[in-house]
């Protein structure tokens, strides 16, 4: 079946999709193989020692056990290998320059900033789920000024 679109960087694609959703697989914790391990103890938590704050407080659990990460990096994670599936669909859809997905990414860093100085000097107080929506942002974002990399549709016609 033909969309209309022509790999770029097949290899390329594969290792950022496979990686991606290892990424995300471990990034989820203990909770999803069914063991509530003590935290820190498991290799979820090893793996992303240095990444992340892994604060309790400010992580989701599964299985009533903490994700290796906290929400902002779950959400990440989820939304880039998200964005990675819809790569295709995205280049299908309409094909945006670099310098407006670029724009998108600076501003999902840039309202992850504030947010984070808000909570910090108590202007505010975010949530585990605003966290993993601004960090959902971010993710897709980074995807998404990847998908011209990947994929060309085969009628440039627009």
Request: net charge positive; aromatic share 18%.
């Amino acid at each position: 079946m033909n969309l209309g679109l022509e790999f770029q960087n097949r290899a390329l694609y594969t290792i950022v999709f496979v990686g991606s959703f290892f990424l995300v697989i471990i990034a989820l914790g203990p909770g999803l193989f069914g063991n509530p391990s003590i935290p820190y103890v498991s290799f979820q938590f090893e793996a992303f020692h240095f990444l992340c704050h892994q604060d309790p407080l400010r992580s989701f659990t599964l299985n009533n056990s903490q994700m290796a990460v906290c929400a902002r990096c779950i959400g990440i994670y989820g939304a880039f290998f998200t964005g990675v599936i819809l790569m295709p669909f995205l280049v299908l859809i309409k094909k945006v320059k670099f310098r407006y997905y670029f724009r998108f990414l600076i501003g999902t860093i840039i309202l992850n900033f504030i947010d984070v100085l808000g909570n910090q000097f108590e202007f505010w107080t975010n949530t585990n789920e605003s966290r993993f929506l601004l960090g959902s942002l971010f993710g897709l974002s980074s995807a998404i000024l990847l998908s011209n990399e990947f994929f060309k549709k085969l009628n440039t016609e627009d």
